[in-house]
């Protein structure tokens, strides 16, 4: 995993590039959520699942699927009444680019097991080519240690800069179209 931190922090930036007038500030709240819910599978190994299982650690809720169903299911609870601002079809964009860019993320760190991306069809596990993010360890205590620092730094650079420069670009991108129309 990378931290949850940065999970949402990637998820807001992607939200910048959603963002139109009006949008109820709940829809970035349950886009940072939906980055930070695949983590939840670490509660298996506390009950034998092994990480390489389907329900292991960046297993079956690391996969796209998942986000496609996680994606649904926030529209049908938060906004089954039209929401102000995005249509229907973009906030669902919106909710499986955020949960599917977890999975991304973590195919970009250095350590574990690889994300199974096309679970339940195939529960292979995937790093990208490129792994530049130090994994983060799992589980709190273990956070604030000197292998920590090395994390936060690592995802820092490689997460929470990308992630504000797309905001950054979005909202320039935006006033520019607002002031030539
Ligand atoms: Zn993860």
Redesign the pocket.
Known sequence: ??SAFSHAVVALGIGACFYRPGTPKRVWVIGALCSAI??LDVIGFRFGVHYSDFWG??GFT?SLVFAALLATAALAIGFWRKPAGLGRFLLWIYFFLATAS??LL?AMTDGGLGVAFFSPFNNARYFLPWTPIRVSPIGIGRFFSPRGLEVVCSELLWIWLPAALLSVSAWLIRRRTAHST
């Open positions: 995993m990378a695949p983590d650690h960046r690391h977890h999975g973590d």
